[in-house]
């Protein structure tokens, strides 16, 4: 581990802050592509998180995990990486179990939690306006 789990952290997190901003310019010109590039990247982002959730655990011990991980938001992010990773399989996988998840999101329980959700947040927000 040649920079660390917390210095990969904290650049990882300066990364993200970036592509944040490169996302709002992005969306504030005429060009789709760069939007396409930028939806393409947090689209990836998510599931790697979900992905990393579980990993992480596991990956940590080896050597230069969090290195590569910054490496690849660096590709992905800078590098037209996300665009390319999409391309090659991204796309196929999320066609072949766009379905299952369809269906998934349509069960009674995830709607009441949605439902749910909803409600707490409009509560929240209705005693968020209250204390201004």
Same mark, same amino acid.
């Given at each position: 581990m040649?920079?660390?789990?917390?210095?990969t952290? @904290?650049?990882?997190?300066?990364? $993200? &802050?970036? %592509?944040? +901003?490169?996302?709002?310019?992005?969306?504030? /010109?005429?060009?789709?592509?760069?939007?396409?590039?930028?939806?393409?990247?947090?689209?990836?982002?998510?599931?790697?998180?979900?992905?990393?959730?579980?990993?992480?655990?596991?990956?940590?011990?080896?050597? @230069?995990y969090?290195?590569?991980? $910054? &490496?690849? %938001?660096? +590709?992905?992010?800078?590098?037209?990486?996300? /665009?390319?990773?999409?391309?090659?399989?991204?796309?196929r996988?999320?066609?072949?179990?766009?379905?299952?998840?369809?269906?998934?999101?349509?069960?009674k329980?995830?709607?009441?939690?949605?439902?749910?959700?909803?409600?707490q947040?409009?509560r $929240?927000?209705?005693?968020?306006?209250?204390?201004?």
């Amino acid at each position: 581990m040649i920079l660390g789990g917390a210095v990969t952290a @904290f650049a990882t997190r300066c990364l $993200l &802050v970036f %592509y944040g +901003y490169k996302s709002y310019k992005s969306i504030e /010109t005429t060009a789709w592509k760069d939007d396409a590039h930028w939806l393409t990247f947090w689209m990836l982002y998510a599931f790697l998180q979900w992905f990393e959730f579980w990993l992480d655990y596991f990956m940590f011990k080896f050597p @230069f995990y969090f290195e590569a991980k $910054l &490496v690849l %938001y660096v +590709y992905l992010g800078l590098f037209a990486g996300a /665009t390319k990773v999409y391309e090659m399989g991204g796309k196929r996988a999320i066609q072949t179990t766009e379905g299952a998840v369809e269906q998934f999101s349509q069960r009674k329980e995830v709607q009441d939690t949605l439902q749910a959700v909803k409600a707490q947040q409009n509560r $929240l927000m209705q005693q968020f306006s209250k204390k201004e």
